[in-house]
């Protein structure tokens, strides 16, 4: 009588090789979620904490000068002086860079070509990190760098009523009711309201679903984000009045006018040089904002336009408390 001798099987069949495959296709289904949500988590931590630089930044500068510095400065340089990102430089360990380029003339300033700082980046953007060649008309694209957050001049119109605006030949208007200003500065003492419910700065780095202009990248950043404003009148808004005086365009700040993460631009914020363009974002559902006080908020998208632009004034008597 003979045994036969039974080998050991070597190899899946191929129904539990498809079933395995199978298996780690549900696996992996279920943990791409979980490590964007992680990863989404992290970019809006980073740029939560680029905006706690920026406020602590603008707190020192205060401290030194006992006031927040202009917004946006016409000086000898006019629209290529340096507005309130650059003159922050020396209180974010950026001293070098500041003594080195031309406050008077930053569009010209080489290097400020192609420098990216990571401060003003917020790690979910997903537009170009410097300016988009479609920007460009008259003039010569140096490759400045787009921040992704927005000085706040206040809101349009004024929540209290008061004529805190002057109309831009643009379309759109400037306004003088938040705490970073065209040709004006502000302190503490102004801020009336309270420095826990007015915002100096917020994001600005998505892209507007429903705007014709470059595709809907409508930020911010024409000619040099670096840059300021076209309009020498001496005190901005306060001399200029509300029916203008002149070509009124610039850089770094906005007057708020439209809900967080609009998807239309109205009049002021349908291209790059507009006074009023979008507050916006990437991360889920909303944007950082700074308050004066150096704290970050989240804010959504759904927070009531009213609260909202209450807190982008400094002066409106409405101390609305953010959600």
């Not at 905006?51 to 946006?72: E, I, R, V």
């Amino acid at each position: 009588m003979f045994l036969r001798t039974r080998w050991p099987r070597l190899a899946f069949t191929l129904i539990e090789l498809l079933v395995v495959i199978a298996i780690i296709a549900i696996l992996i289904g279920l943990l791409l979620p979980a490590v964007q949500k992680v990863r989404e988590a992290a970019s809006r931590m980073k740029c939560s904490n680029n905006l706690k630089q920026m406020g602590l930044a603008l707190h020192n500068y205060h401290d030194t000068n006992n006031k927040f510095p202009m917004g946006q400065r016409y000086g000898v340089g006019g629209v290529g002086s340096a507005n309130w990102r650059v003159e922050i430089f020396p209180f974010m360990e950026l001293d070098n860079l500041y003594k080195s380029l031309n406050r008077d003339d930053v569009y010209n300033s080489a290097v400020l070509s192609s420098l990216v700082v990571p401060t003003y980046k917020c790690p979910s953007l997903a537009l170009p990190e410097t300016q988009p060649a479609s920007w460009v008309t008259w003039w010569s694209n140096h490759s400045h760098m787009v921040p992704s957050y927005q000085g706040i001049m206040g809101a349009y119109p004024d929540p209290s009523g008061a004529a805190s605006y002057s109309a831009s030949n643009y379309t759109g208007w400037w306004c003088n009711n938040g705490m970073l200003l065209w040709n004006e500065s502000t302190n503490f003492s102004s801020c009336t309201d309270g420095t826990s419910n007015t915002i100096i700065v917020a994001e600005q780095s998505g892209r507007v679903q429903n705007c014709s202009y470059a595709s809907g990248d409508a930020r911010n950043g024409y000619y040099t984000p670096w840059g300021s404003v076209t309009n020498g009148s001496a005190k901005g808004v306060s001399s200029c009045g509300t029916g203008g005086c002149g070509d009124l365009w610039g850089m770094g700040l906005t007057c708020n006018a439209y809900a967080i993460n609009s998807q239309t631009c109205p009049a002021g914020a349908g291209f790059s040089w507009g006074g009023n363009t979008i507050l916006n974002s990437t991360h889920s559902g909303g944007i950082n904002v700074l308050l004066t006080d150096g704290s970050v908020r989240f804010l959504t998208s759904s927070v009531d336009f009213n609260v909202f632009q209450a807190a982008c004034a400094r002066n409106d008597g409405l101390a609305s408390s953010l959600p």
